[in-house]
């Protein structure tokens, strides 16, 4: 998959490749000329025409700037087919909401803290004033957490005030001091003689092995994550908490492609909704699982070309990297505490529908969930809002990969897969 400079998504499929020849870009699976399309002035990839009597399919949009989308699309090994739609964040004609974002549920907001030269940063997802009711789901065999016991069933405490995702290792859990030194100022937190004590929960992702693993987000970091917070679009890919994130490590880390930061949001019966925001740092291969087509995998020895990671965990290659994916996943509904736990578990499905393999003992995967209690919701409801969860949280993966672009030497999904060869 390539991205052109107007974020325009284009996609081929696994085998197929992109190359430049006089002047042109050609799309060709082996020998066979599928697309051609000029190189546009200015730099960026262009996107070829459908042949004709080609069917539209969709796969999945990106932003295409001044408020439209195009959308892509793969048949078979044909090609992919470019479409304008005048719709932001639109796959079918209610599946989403308008900004596609976590921030889509009424009171959530969300900020960054990156450090590109450090390749490292924090994202804060806060809840309304009054807190939402919290839930934790821990996947992984090598977490790295902050008050995840406290959400759990049975504990004291139900509300929480905000969500901190930070790279920078166990260092990095410094930064939810912050956060909650940010919400004390505002009067946010559970009532105590004449303070106010945030509760924030943490997770981290390991991004020392990329940029400069003596600088870690800290207290300040997260204060300006959580300063920085609002409720309108959410800036994906590279930018923080997947700012050092790396993705399909398999093979060594001189394989590896960039990670990063997605977001998106799921529509449901009767207002209710579902959106995501994950920080995609997972060892294994990226799947766009609504067409099996692989996103990012292991960089081969040929440039452009990708290996499939799980095919060499099969030919015995030791899988072990500093892995982890992190999601926050939140709702309008009512929820119990035990309910937005089950919802935190069943979310993890978008994990394992995505990165090939995940939940590894190397892995530190985590999932919280946050419910702020607008929407009324039956035992109809509920189970669809956990398929919801597990979407929202299966497209933010898929688009914080494909939103990624190169930091500190390693190149995004995109820019590898797009390189081009002169011939």
Not at 33 to 61: H, I, N
Not at 371 to 392: C, F, K, N, P
Request: negative net charge; glycine residues 14%; contains cysteine.
């Amino acid at each position: 998959m390539a991205i052109n400079g107007e974020g325009l998504l284009v996609a081929v499929s696994g085998n197929a490749r992109m190359f430049r020849q006089s002047g042109n870009y050609v799309v060709r699976l082996g020998n066979k000329v599928l697309a051609t399309a000029k190189a546009p002035k200015g730099g960026g990839l262009p996107y070829p025409r459908p042949p004709d009597g080609g069917r539209w399919q969709w796969l999945f949009t990106e932003g295409g700037g001044e408020g439209a989308e195009r959308q892509a699309r793969l048949e078979g090994d044909r090609v992919v087919y470019i479409k304008r739609t005048a719709r932001t964040s639109q796959v079918g004609p209610s599946d989403h909401t308008d900004i596609d974002a976590i921030t889509d549920v009424p009171g959530i907001k969300v900020g960054h803290w990156t450090d590109e030269v450090a390749a490292t940063g924090c994202t804060v997802v806060l809840a309304p004033a009054e807190g939402a009711v919290g839930g934790v789901c821990v996947n992984g065999g090598a977490p790295g957490t902050r008050e995840t016991d406290l959400l759990r069933p049975g504990r004291f405490v139900d509300r929480v005030n905000a969500i901190c995702l930070a790279g920078g290792s166990a260092f990095g859990l410094d930064a939810a001091s912050g956060v909650m030194r940010y919400l004390e100022e505002q009067d946010i937190g559970v009532e105590y003689a004449e303070t106010h004590i945030p509760i924030v929960p943490a997770a981290i992702l390991f991004d020392l092995g990329i940029g400069r693993a003596d600088v870690r987000p800290d207290a300040e970091a997260g204060y300006a994550a959580a300063q920085a917070a609002s409720e309108g679009p959410v800036a994906q890919g590279s930018v923080g908490a997947g700012t050092g994130a790396t993705v399909a490590k398999i093979g060594g880390p001189e394989r590896r492609l960039k990670g990063g930061l997605g977001t998106a949001c799921e529509r449901g019966p009767d207002g209710l909704l579902a959106g995501a925001v994950a920080a995609v740092n997972g060892g294994g291969d990226i799947v766009d699982p609504e067409h099996g087509t692989l996103i990012a995998g292991p960089r081969a020895d040929e440039s452009g070309e990708l290996l499939r990671g799980w095919e060499l965990v099969r030919e015995g290659v030791n899988p072990r990297a500093e892995n982890t994916t992190l999601a926050v996943v939140a709702t309008n509904a009512a929820l119990t505490k035990e309910e937005a736990n089950r919802v935190a578990t069943v979310a993890h499905d978008g994990f394992a529908r995505t990165i090939w393999p995940v939940h590894t003992r190397y892995d530190g995967d985590v999932v919280f969930v946050l419910a702020t209690g607008e929407v009324e919701i039956d035992e109809t409801g509920y189970v669809a809002l956990e398929a919801l969860a597990a979407r929202a949280v299966q497209r933010a993966i898929v688009r914080g990969v494909v939103c990624a672009t190169g930091l500190a030497g390693v190149p995004s999904a995109q820019e590898w897969t797009a390189q081009v060869m002169e011939q």
